[in-house]
């Protein structure tokens, strides 16, 4: 589960030199679950395959002229972040399952297997098909009993990011991951979208030291996700200084999902819907995503930096919490906490100045679950989780893999007040690193978070 995907250039992309040659390969020939050139069996892509974070796009082969695809719903389990692996439900091993790619005019064939204990369906949302094929159990089709394989066939008359979700036990289902992007390339595109990433928005209750979720939570989940993964366990968003960037993001879950981005203007270019005319593009650096509905996001990345990119619903960006706690901020609690504790072994209330402290305590947490507020950056705790990642974007880039922190140009940091000018971290400055994990750097010591060794100085 924790594979992350390498977009590694080609080598002879990397020798080649000229810039526009670079560009032009890059495109061609990215190597990636996703963004694989086409099997020998499959034909040519004539589209920029889409990046799915912590996830994967869907192989097909040709049967009978027809794209055909496979998919298994079925029980999987997916690690959240470190440290926390969840029971979900899903498809092919995977919550999301795998992202559907074809073209617009293909005509499509999906075999979906039922290896859950229940049975279920396969609705496929936004598209527009023959009745018969939308899925529905009980209206256009019987249930697909466990065991049983159904065909689905149709021919796609448009573009656009759709998605695909069970239309069967509904509420168990989609609260347990069962949800997939099918994203339909235009026939004819008109523009040039460099980096194209989609993001499936969902959330959970586990009860902290359990490990299923519970599909009758109504309304206060605990566990906020993007493609099911939580901050620090989402994948960052990488992309170079220029780069025109899609990011697709659709929501099966019970609220709507304010996503803010950072260090850039954007505009919504398409909805479940399809795309909306350029004269209407909505500028925005939050889009909202109500339930059961895609939004596109455009921007041109054109300032380097590790920028923000997070559910701006406060409790979406943090992990697992009790919510039950008296509120103390501003209350006197001197000795408070020793005294409890010694009749409640581990008791720690909320602090009096606030909760931005947990970033970087270690507090004793039940089995299977995450610190609510974690993360490490070069300045210290980041104090998030959740529907939380980073989009990084660089000038130079030798691939998309993850290009480690930021480096601020020199003198470009707040400072603090009465220092002196010119605080910005200095190369004389000591790092500290994780022998297994080098992306993880940061200007003090500790331990990292990705898997508990003490950091080391870097060399
Ligand atoms: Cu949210």
Redesign the pocket.
Known sequence: MMTRRKMVLSTSALLAGSAAFFQRLRFARAVDPATAPAPASQPARPYTPVTTPNGSSLPWTIEDGCKTFRLTAEPVKREFAPGMTVNCWGYNGQTPGPTIEAVEGDRVRIYLTNKLPEPTSIHWHGIILPNAMDGVSGVTQPHIQPGETYIYEFTLKQHGSQMYHPHSDEMTQMAMGMQGFFIIHPKNPTRIIHRDFCIFLQEWFVEPGSSTPNPLIMTDFNL?TFNSRVFPGTDPLVVKTGQRVRIRLANLSM?S?PIHFHGHQGWTTATDGGPIPQSAWWPATTVNVPSGTTRDIEFVADNPGDWAFH?H?NH?AMNAMAHDFPNMIGVDQSGVAERVSSLVPGYMPMSTNGMGGMGSMHMPLPKNTLPMMTGTGPFGPIEMGG?FTLLKVRDSLSSYDDPGHYAQPPGSAPRRAGAPAASAPSSEAVLYTCPMHPQIVQNGPGKCPLCGMTLRVKK
């Open positions: 906020f609220d999902h559910c619903k979406h529907m």
